[in-house]
């Protein structure tokens, strides 16, 4: 036996229930609130903790090859970024800072 009942009930919308119908500055509150009290629980170590195995896990995932091939696409997108004089200007800057560095060194001896 079919329930008629049931068959000619329309759907409650589900748009003005959950964080959708709310506001967005009030869905912000509430996690940043969610944010700090998992914060609290877990602590520093906690932290730590979840982002090396999260870390080992992408590590896993990629292979060493994977992350030969993002460190190639990192350094052509900033190559991109920089263009020939930025690396010349990078170059002079990393050339002074290394001279200043070497010249204090010595004359502390």
């Known amino acids: 036996m079919t329930n008629s ?3 000619h009930t329309p759907k409650k919308s589900t ?3 959950g964080f959708a119908s709310m506001p967005k500055k009030k869905v912000s ?9 998992r ?9 730590v903790e979840m982002g090396q195995k999260g870390g080992q896990t992408r590590a896993e995932q990629l292979g060493h090859k994977g992350y030969v091939e993002m460190g190639r696409k990192g350094g ?6 920089l263009g ?3 690396y010349v200007e990078m170059g002079r800057k990393g050339g ?6 070497t010249n ?3 004359q502390k001896h």
């Open 76 to 81: 052509q997108a900033r190559a991109d970024q």
């Open 104 to 106: 204090k060194e010595n």
């Open 5 to 7: 009942k049931n068959k």
């Open 39 to 47: 914060a609290n629980q877990l602590g520093h170590e906690g932290y």
């Open 29 to 37: 509150e509430i996690a940043r609130k969610g944010g700090k009290a």
């Open 96 to 101: 002074q800072a290394r001279a200043e560095y």
């Open 84 to 86: 020939h004089e930025g």
């Open 15 to 17: 748009a003005s229930r």
